[in-house]
């Protein structure tokens, strides 16, 4: 019988609808995958083997029932992992934090509502940083989780379960956020598809913030029509968040497109790791042989993109955590005999280290003393780059960049060193402070290791972008799946 | 802690500020939620859901008819409207904050209010004045503690209930124009029934209306005085804290800027018992509350929905219904009231009587109940257990006017139906207490009082005055039914027969 979790999403539904494997078959595969391998690579938080068997089950039943296509779904019986920061009804919703390890929501995220709504399996939640504060997956509570090109390595961050779930078959699709580069990040080292969405695009409705004005939900896949099929079914404006736009998604298609002009930004390449910028280099000869007009171009103001990023995330992040004071919800501590303030510190005491540092480096640039000189600053830096972005997009129907500077690097290679963790993140962070969306695809090795090469249009300019990177994944024929 | 001798007068240079807030009571909803306005009477914690009780991963849904609301109070208080409005966190720890940030409005980063830079006018004790008002901006209501027998400082407990946590709060900051805790109350009742005009916030609600305020005297620091339950107490809170400043200053004991809080039971203030430091509130933009554009739009429909505030009602009613400036001022100055008489009016149109009974007798009954209880609600509890109706007045009206009844059993019948309901009509009826104006009737009995009267008759006839003593004996034989006026003429008439 064919491996069944190697198929893509797309090639799941055609099978489901058309009766050539049951989503119980499927399913049952999915987990039996995730039972083997799953100690190597730590994707998860919590499997969901019922509810997935359950789901799979009513899938069947529809389909022998002859129900109508609409109620089936576009992704029916699909196996689907959500990052662990987003709330699923009666599934805990962690964080991979102490503060949050008993969570229950009582509601369902709106992506979640509307995957499930479109025929999707939600198999389980997937590992990140806590609170998905990191770029390597490090700093959860339930441990790293693992690169499936090389379990000594790290997955990437902050959505590194999103990301190597897909990648090692625990899942076809899955569900990450993207604060300065979640997505994208774990993706390029994991070689998935990972979308950044325009911010607005999709709702945050059940996204545990981290940070608000710069955070999207986007999907992973194997393939960018993957990615394509969940943005289908999760896009669109949401009355449970009024930072969604009030313009309809369009239906995305994968059509890929020629003539495309390219701009690749050169202060993104600039002092990466050789090996990447060979990488990226090469992808410009990819483009170019199919007819693009591609250059390089620069854009100035990306010198300021990290330290505006992380002033702005930490800042949102001191008041977003505020709420954990394990008063309406939280882990078992007795509150007897503390004095408020006292009960206070001692629950907070339990978030992680890299929590704790931003925490504490927001609530600083926030002070009234320091908000001129930090805060202000890097809104003012949004705005700049936001001016430069608006130009470019004039010349330039796509820019490219790497999604990271650096290879996947082994575990405790950055952890003791916060800015150096903090510099990996210098290429995806402009997305973030500007709201346009941009994917990573899969674009080759080195020394057998993921390269990512990063594809930003301009907002809500989703279908170009699809267009764009769909022309690059057949064009540039990249390895798609690790040998475990 | 002391200092040299101060040689200024105390009372001079008293500035005092309010910080009111006040519940937008007639909203459906809270302001960042669907989740009932109205948590009054509920079970704790059974009006919450997951978005005002902080759960990870909500969001917040501003409440656009808050903003009209908070948009109708700025323009009654002559304030500008910026073009667009945000949201603000305020970021402190504290136990009734689901979120550990409040979600208000600030104006040092950029003007986000909704109204600022206004004025409103009132009749001070001795003057027109008015007070400049700096803002006018919308936040949300915290949680409620509960403690042990009402008493922070001793319970054992502190209890938690989110019933109210998200409850929308228009705040409304004056400059510090007040010089005397009377104008602060006489601006207060004009600020209450402004508020009641607009149909945005039931006064009478517990807990509706609160409000803070700022004293300085001279060169004496400022003292907040927090904590004050209604504003019946702020002028009391005031007036104790100027005779503790001014006795602090006799005694040269420097006056410290600090926070007090009102007792209400004792009528003290009392310093906080933690004290407040600075806080830094660390303020920054709410990012999940897109930026609000106003504008004209915004403006010319809060135009279309104002309804008639109180000064112009007040002109109305002199103009309309030849009230006096005072009547008018005393209906206007209590929106039930003013709606009491005006709808009196349209059932009997006597607009001069009524207002008189209303404002020289109904008001005794409300204010009479307000020496015993000084809260806004008993005052309420009182109106809801009178009787009394529009309709009963307007029948008190016709009945004193048609000459059916005296004034005095007006009087007597008001006293009884206040609590019975009884239309004063049928009061009349069951105790015959109609005039005697029967012709026929009146000359018998007063032939019955000329004979027992003899020499007082023989008076009379002298001395015409003395006929008021012989209608008092008439009184008297008919316990005061007689009409009086046809029976002194009958009086007079027969004085002047031949005996
Ligand atoms: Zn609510």
């Not at chain 1, 779904?73 to 008993?102: F, M, P």
């Not at chain 1, 999207?216 to 896009?235: E, F, H, W």
């Not at chain 2, 007068?9 to 309010?18: A, R, T």
């Not at chain 2, 400082?153 to 007040?178: C, W």
């Amino acid at each position: 019988m064919v491996n069944l979790c190697s198929l893509t999403a797309e090639q799941v539904v055609e099978g489901v609808k058309n009766n050539h494997f049951s989503a119980v078959e499927y399913i049952s595969q999915i987990l039996e995958r995730i039972e083997k391998i799953e100690s190597q690579i730590n994707a998860f938080t919590i499997v969901d083997a019922n509810g997935a068997l359950k789901k799979a089950l009513s899938i069947d039943k529809k389909i022998r029932d002859g129900e109508d296509e609409k109620k089936i779904g576009s992704l029916a019986g699909v196996a689907v992992g959500i990052k662990d920061n987003i709330c699923t009804k009666g599934l805990k919703t962690t964080c991979a934090s102490k503060i949050l390890e008993d969570y229950v929501s009582p509601y369902d995220a709106t992506v979640v509502k509307k995957l499930k709504e479109s025929g999707a399996i939600i198999v389980g939640k997937l590992n990140l940083d806590e609170f998905a504060m990191g770029s390597t997956t490090e700093f959860s509570r339930y441990g790293a989780t693992h690169n499936p090109w090389n379990i000594n390595y790290v997955a990437g961050g902050s959505s590194g379960g999103s990301a190597a779930s897909v990648a090692a078959l625990e899942c076809t699709v899955s569900i990450g956020s993207d604060t300065g580069g979640s997505v994208r990040c774990p993706a390029s080292f994991c070689s998935v598809v990972g979308l950044k969405p325009t911010y607005g695009r999709v709702s945050r409705f059940g996204l545990i913030s981290y940070a608000n004005s710069l955070e999207q939900i986007g999907p992973m896949g194997k393939t960018v029509a993957d990615t394509v099929m969940v943005m289908n079914s999760i896009a669109g404006m949401d009355d449970n968040d009024q930072t969604t736009l009030n313009n309809g998604a369009p239906k995305y298609t994968t059509q890929s497109k020629r003539n495309i002009r390219i701009g690749l930004v050169k202060e993104l390449v600039e002092g990466i790791e050789p090996e990447v910028s060979k990488c990226i280099y090469s992808a410009m000869d990819v483009f170019s042989k199919s007819d693009c007009k591609c250059e390089e171009t620069s854009m100035k103001s990306v010198e300021f993109a990290l330290a505006s990023y992380y002033t702005i995330a930490m800042a949102e992040a001191s008041s977003n955590l505020a709420r954990y004071d394990n008063i309406r919800y939280g882990f078992e501590s007795n509150p007897d005999s503390y004095e408020w303030n006292a009960y206070f510190a001692k629950i907070r005491s339990n978030f992680g280290e890299e929590v704790k540092r931003r925490i504490i480096t927001g609530t600083y640039v926030l002070s009234s003393e320091y908000y001129g000189k930090y805060y202000l600053k890097a809104q003012k830096v949004r705005t700049m780059l936001k001016q430069e972005l608006s130009a470019l997009y004039k010349i330039y129907d796509i820019l490219i960049a790497p999604t990271m500077p650096v290879l996947p690097f082994k575990f405790g290679e950055k952890i003791d060193d916060p800015l150096k963790m903090y510099m990996i993140d210098i290429d995806t962070v402009v997305a973030n402070l500007t709201g346009i969306p941009a994917i990573s695809v899969p674009a080759g090795f080195s020394k057998g290791l993921p390269i990512g090469l990063q594809i930003m249009a301009d907002e809500l300019q989703e279908q170009t972008l699809f267009e764009t990177a769909s022309l690059f994944e057949s064009t540039a024929n990249v390895q798609r799946s690790p040998k475990l | 802690m002391f200092r040299g001798v101060q040689n200024y007068n105390m009372i001079d240079g008293i500035k005092i500020g309010l910080e009111i807030h006040c519940q937008l009571t007639s909203l459906q909803t809270k302001l960042f939620c669907s989740c009932h306005c109205d948590y009054h009477g509920k079970l704790p914690n059974t009006n919450v859901c997951p978005v005002c009780s902080g759960l990870p991963g909500t969001l917040p849904l501003l409440n656009q008819k808050a903003l009209e609301y908070a948009g109708l109070i700025s323009l009654a208080l002559d304030c500008k409207i910026p073009n667009e409005t945000t949201f603000y966190r305020k970021n402190y720890f504290y136990l009734d904050l689901p979120k550990n940030f409040q979600l208000t409005q600030y104006n040092v980063y950029g003007i986000t209010s909704i109204g600022i830079d206004g004025k409103l006018e009132y009749d001070g004790i001795d003057e027109e004045k008015h007070a400049r008002i700096r803002r006018v901006q919308l936040e949300e209501d915290p949680g409620r503690l509960v403690y042990e027998n009402n008493d922070m400082d001793s319970s054992f407990y502190t209890l938690i209930d989110y019933n109210r946590a998200g409850v929308p709060l228009v705040e409304v900051v004056t400059e510090p124009d007040f010089t005397t805790p009377k104008d602060v109350r006489i601006f207060l009742n004009k600020f209450t029934s402004i508020v009641e005009h607009l149909e945005i916030c039931d006064t009478k609600l517990e807990g509706s209306v609160r409000c803070d305020a700022n004293i300085s005297i001279g060169e004496g620091k400022r003292i907040e005085i927090k904590n004050v339950g209604s504003f019946r107490e702020v002028e009391k809170a005031l007036s104790y804290e100027i005779t503790r400043q001014k006795t602090m200053s006799t005694h040269e004991i420097e006056i410290k800027a600090e926070t007090r809080h009102w007792d209400d039971t004792r009528k003290i203030t009392k310093q906080s018992r933690v004290k407040e430091e600075e806080q830094d509130y660390r303020y920054f933009q709410e990012p999940d509350i897109p930026t609000v554009i106003l504008g004209n739009e915004f403006l010319s429909s809060l135009k279309t929905k104002m309804p008639e505030l109180p000064n112009d009602r007040k002109n109305r009613f002199i103009s309309d219904y030849k009230l006096s400036e005072h009547v008018s001022q005393v209906l206007i100055d209590n929106k039930w009231l003013a709606d009491f008489f005006e709808s009196a009016v349209k059932i009997y149109s006597s607009p001069k009587e009524i207002a008189n009974w209303i404002v020289s007798d109904l008001m005794g009954f409300i204010d009479e109940n307000n020496h015993h209880h000084n809260s806004q609600a008993s005052m309420e509890e009182k109106r809801s257990e009178l009787k009394v109706e529009a309709r009963h007045i307007a029948e008190l009206a016709r009945l004193v006017d048609q000459s059916n009844i005296s004034r005095n059993t007006a009087k007597m019948i008001l006293n009884q139906i206040i609590t019975t309901g009884e239309m004063p009509s049928q009061v009349v009826e069951r105790t015959n207490s109609s005039k005697i104006d029967d012709k026929g009737l009146l000359s018998e009995a007063i032939e019955s009082v000329f004979r027992s009267e003899k020499s007082a008759v023989s008076d009379a006839r002298l001395n015409s005055k003395a006929a008021n003593f012989l209608l008092g004996k008439l009184m008297q034989l008919t316990k005061g039914r007689a009409d009086p006026k046809i029976a002194l003429d009958l009086i007079k008439k027969k004085l002047i027969e031949p005996d």
